[in-house]
């Protein structure tokens, strides 16, 4: 019963946009099909797709189900020993502090800035305007989380897991994202501007609207990603998109050397005074891209 009123809500929220389920689908990089069991009631969109869907649709959480809260409460007070405070035995003695998992919460407002060793989990969390500007975040474990207008900016995020996840406007300046993964996320609206994405790994996510100006791309990997109205500049070295759905994606003032492109077609994408070695010139060709806007180094 409530798959179908989910379904009844999507396509009469789809209708007032005016647009067709195939054009849904296309922004939503999956079939025209799928669209059609949701909007029957035959299946639902997973958390990451939801978020995605009500940004297109232009709409809240709320919309789909009650189930989703709109706004994150304020962060409650941590017990002792979560609170980097010591954790007192019965004799009075300062017992081992325990480590930290920040799972299952609901922070708002919440400023980690500046922390070290800030490489807890935070799983199942809702995450809304919480500052972690400058923290040493290496090795963070994000899982099904909702983030939301939060500061990373300065902040080393090296070698962390980000899965199954919301990001959603929420600034990476100069970030090191050095061999971290993100896999079946939704990464909208963020600024990566001066990021460092040496040997990243994006797997299944889809990655929209994002901000990348001036931003590491090395032996950086895109693997079944749905890449829409990003503009990429700067160098690309070692790097490979490999079946992803690229929808208004712009190389610009970009130089692209041993780059992997292994797509069926390539002829969405755009070069604007672009440069690129022989290796990947050829890969480029062969998807059919235009290369006009591209030189032989």
């Known amino acids: 019963m409530e798959n ?3 379904g009844s809500k999507i396509a009469e929220a789809r209708k007032r946009k ?12 999956i079939s025209a099909q799928a669209v059609g069991k949701w909007e ?34 304020e962060m409650a007070p941590l017990p002792a020993g979560q609170a980097g405070l010591p954790v007192r035995q019965a004799d009075g003695k300062a017992g081992k502090k325990p480590g930290w998992d920040m799972s299952r919460g609901n922070w708002a ?16 969390s809702n995450m809304q305007r919480c500052l972690f500007i400058g923290s040493d975040l290496s090795g963070l474990l994000l899982k099904s989380n909702n983030v939301d207008n939060c500061d990373f900016s300065g902040s080393d995020l090296s070698r962390s897991h980000i899965r199954n996840s919301n990001l ?18 939704n990464i909208n609206g963020c600024d990566f501007s001066g990021a460092d994405f040496t040997e990243t790994v994006f797997k299944s996510c889809n990655f929209s609207k994002n901000t990348i100006a001036n931003a590491v791309w090395n032996r950086t990997s895109f693997i079944g990603m749905g890449i829409d109205d990003i503009v990429f500049d700067g160098t690309l070295e070692d790097c490979s998109f490999e079946n992803c759905a690229f929808y208004r994606v712009t190389f610009r003032n970009a130089t692209l050397i041993n780059t992997f492109f292994k797509n ?15 290796m990947t010139y050829e890969f480029l060709k062969n998807g059919k891209a235009d290369l006009t806007g591209v030189k032989l180094l």
């Open 168 to 185: 959603g406007n929420n600034l990476f300046k100069d970030c090191s994202l050095k061999e971290t993964e993100f896999s079946e996320s």
């Open 4 to 6: 179908k009123i989910i």
């Open 264 to 278: 069926k077609s390539l002829k969405r994408l755009r070069f604007i005074d672009c440069q690129a070695d022989r």
């Open 18 to 29: 005016n647009i067709s389920q195939a054009q849904l689908a296309q922004h939503l990089f």
């Open 109 to 124: 407002g919440a400023d980690f800035s500046g922390l070290k060793n800030l490489h807890e989990k935070f799983s199942s």
């Open 40 to 73: 029957r009631g035959e299946s639902f969109p997973d958390i990451i797709t939801f978020n995605r869907l009500a940004e297109i649709l232009g709409v809240d959480l709320n919309y789909f189900s009650e189930n989703f809260p709109s706004q994150a409460t």
